[in-house]
């Protein structure tokens, strides 16, 4: 699976963006997908997790209530609105695919795309 995200930009605090994440080469439907984000200097962590039929989703404490992940398979695409933007939400934004919901292992990685917000 080849995934490729966009979407990213610079934004004030308060304002909204969309990613996108396209994939290509096998059954999307197949791969339950996650946002991770990394911000300079600091560990990635996942921001946020969709299973294969998008029943079911989580998120980061930190994102909850803001950030909203949502997948169209028909269009092989999953993605990350994001509302409410605080300058601590700067980062390289992927997205990743595993097999399983509850699968601990990604098999395939974007690159990423970067979000700035400022205050």
């Known amino acids: 699976v080849q995934l490729q995200a966009s979407g990213g930009g610079s934004v004030q605090a308060g304002g909204s963006l969309r990613l996108s994440c396209v994939a290509s080469g096998r059954a999307f439907e197949n791969y339950a997908m996650s946002w991770f984000r990394q911000a300079p200097g600091k560990e990635r962590d996942v921001v946020a997790a969709?299973?294969?039929?998008?029943?079911?989703?989580n998120y980061a404490d930190s994102v909850k209530g803001r950030f909203a992940i949502s997948r169209d398979n028909a269009k092989n695409t999953v993605y990350l609105n994001m509302n409410s933007l605080k300058p601590e939400d700067t980062a390289v934004y992927c997205c990743a695919a595993r097999n399983t919901f509850a699968s601990k292992e990604y098999e395939w990685w974007g690159q990423g795309t970067l979000v700035t917000v400022s205050s």
């Open positions: 969709i299973s294969r039929g998008g029943k079911y989703t």
